[in-house]
């Protein structure tokens, strides 16, 4: 059974900084991509960020040059650093991994970690 345990939520004034982290437990070998999404109350949820194994990164437009998405691929985690946050940034934020592994695909997602935004 595969786990994602995301960490480093909170409140944070706008302009702030925060980073969130995931790790990733269980009988998952490869992981191909991982990445963060996020769901705002009454919004769909939305990809923030993607990081490949090899490093290619890939970033929502509303988050560009604010922030930056790495992994450990030892440690199975993946990170998020948010810097210059902003209020259209609250959102539940998830944590999720995908490999693609002998034609089938294995996607698996976080319980979430609040972030919030706010004077």
């Known amino acids: 059974q595969v786990q994602l345990v995301e960490s480093g939520g909170g409140l944070v004034q706008p302009g702030g900084s925060l980073r969130l982290s995931c790790a990733v437990s269980?009988?998952?070998?490869?992981?191909?991509?991982m990445g963060w999404y996020r769901q705002a109350p009454g919004k769909q949820r939305e990809l923030v960020a993607q990081i490949g194994s090899s490093g290619w990164t890939s970033y929502a437009d509303s988050v560009k040059g604010r922030f930056t998405i790495s992994r450990d691929n030892a440690k199975k985690s993946v990170y998020l650093q948010m810097n210059s946050l902003k209020p259209e940034d609250t959102a539940v934020y998830y944590c999720?991994?995908?490999?693609?592994?002998?034609?089938?695909?294995?996607?698996?997602w976080g319980q979430g970690t609040q972030v919030t935004v706010s004077s």
């Open positions: 269980g009988s998952i070998f490869t992981i191909d991509i």
């Open positions: 999720n991994c995908y490999s693609s592994i002998s034609g089938s695909d294995l996607d698996y």
